[in-house]
C-alpha cells in the first residue's frame, strides 16, 4: 500500500498536534510526526500546574525539550494554556490577598516571557464560559479580578509579555452546544470593546458527532465575522469505546466522517489570514487523553501502528 501524503501537505494552514514531552523519546512518534505535523502543542507540560508543580517553583524542563523539538524540526509551537479555571487554586489561595495581582502578573510575565518569540500563539485563558454555557465560571480568578476582569487583565499582561504571539480565548462545546458557542462569542465582543487584546480564537472541537449536521459550519461563520485568526485547537471525534456490532461502528463512524469533513471545509472556507492552525489533540488513537482510562475509541487520524484511520481521509476531503 502506497503511503499517505503528508496530513500537513493536505491542509490550508499548520498542521498542529498536542503532545507529551515523553513521547519524543518514542521513534515511532517522532517518525510520524515529522511526516505529518506541522505546529506542537504541549498537551499537559506548558500548564500552570505542570510549570509550579506543588512547591510553586516554576519548572520549564519538559516544555523547553519540547521547544527545542519543534525548532529541530521546523514546527511552530503553539502555548498552551495560561490562565485555566481548573488549575492554580491551591498555589493561588496560599498567597496572601494582597500579593495576588503582583503574583498573577508576575507568572504570565515569566512564562509568555520565557517563549516569547519561540510560539506562535497562546492560549491566554482556556475555557471561560460556563459548563452548560449559560454565562462564566467562577473561580479563583474571578474571585480576585471579576469575571471579565481576569480574563481581560491576562490578555493584557500577555500583550506585554509577548508583543507578537496571536492571543487566544479557547473554549469547548463551542460547536456541540450552540448556547455555549454564542456566550463565548459575546464575551470576545464585549472584551474586545473593552480594548482586550484578543487576537485570535480558539475552538478546542473535541466533537460530538452526534450534532446536526451544519451546527459546525453555523459556529464558524459566527466566529469568523470577527476577522480574527481562527485555530481548531484540539479535534479528536470519539465514537464510542466497546463497539463490537460492526453495524454499529460503522454507523459510528459514518457520522464521525461527516463532522470532521465538515469542520475541514468550515476552516478550508475562512479566508487565509484567518486560518492560524488545524490541530489534532494526539497523533495516534492510542494516544488520545479519551483512551487513557483503556478505552478503545478510534479518536484520531493514526492507529495504533501509524496507519492513517478514516478520520484522515475524513479530513483530507473536507480541506
Ligand atoms: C487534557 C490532557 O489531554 C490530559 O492529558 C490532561 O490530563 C488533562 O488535560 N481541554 C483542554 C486540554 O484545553 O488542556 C485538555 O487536555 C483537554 C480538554
Request: aromatic share 10%.
Amino acid at each position: 500500500q502506497a503511503p499517505s501524503a503528508p496530513l500537513k501537505a493536505l491542509t490550508p494552514a499548520p498542521l498542529g498536534v498536542a503532545v507529551m514531552s515523553g513521547q519524543l523519546d518514542d521513534p515511532a512518534w517522532t517518525t510520524l510526526a515529522r511526516r505529518h505535523v506541522s505546529q506542537l502543542t504541549p498537551e499537559w507540560e506548558m500548564k500552570m500546574e505542570y510549570i509550579l508543580g506543588d512547591d510553586g517553583a516554576f519548572r520549564f524542563d519538559a516544555p523547553d525539550r519540547i521547544d527545542a523539538f519543534a525548532r529541530a524540526n521546523a514546527m511552530r509551537l503553539h502555548g498552551h494554556a495560561l490562565i485555566w479555571y481548573s488549575q492554580g487554586q491551591d498555589w493561588f489561595e496560599a498567597i496572601k490577598p494582597a500579593r495576588r495581582e503582583q503574583a498573577f502578573d508576575d507568572y504570565i510575565a515569566r512564562v509568555a516571557g520565557r517563549y516569547r518569540g519561540q510560539v506562535a500563539g497562546w492560549d491566554v485563558v482556556n475555557e471561560a464560559v460556563a459548563e452548560d454555557g449559560d454565562g462564566l465560571r467562577d473561580c479563583h480568578w474571578s474571585a480576585q479580578f471579576g469575571q471579565d476582569g481576569y480574563i481581560a487583565r491576562a490578555f493584557e499582561r500577555t500583550r506585554a509579555a509577548d508583543p507578537d504571539a496571536v492571543l487566544f480565548l479557547n473554549d469547548y462545546n463551542l460547536e456541540n452546544l450552540p448556547r455555549k458557542g454564542a456566550t463565548f462569542l459575546r464575551l470576545v465582543e464585549r472584551l474586545l470593546r473593552a480594548g482586550a487584546p484578543i487576537t485570535g480564537i480558539g475552538t478546542q472541537a473535541h466533537l460530538d458527532i452526534d450534532i446536526p449536521a451544519g451546527q459546525i459550519t453555523a459556529f464558524m461563520r459566527d466566529a469568523a465575522a470577527f476577522g480574527l485568526p481562527i485555530h481548531v485547537s484540539e479535534l479528536d471525534a470519539p465514537m464510542g469505546s466497546g463497539l463490537i456490532d460492526r453495524a454499529r461502528r460503522d454507523a459510528r463512524r459514518r457520522l464521525q466522517t461527516a463532522r470532521v469533513t465538515e469542520y475541514a471545509e468550515a476552516f478550508a472556507a475562512l479566508p487565509e489570514r484567518q486560518r492560524y492552525a488545524f490541530t489534532l489533540w494526539g497523533l495516534r488513537d492510542t494516544d488520545s487523553f479519551v483512551n487513557r482510562q483503556g478505552g478503545d475509541d478510534s479518536p484520531l487520524a493514526f492507529d495504533g501502528d501509524g496507519r492513517p484511520t478514516p478520520l484522515f481521509q475524513a479530513l483530507a476531503d473536507g480541506f
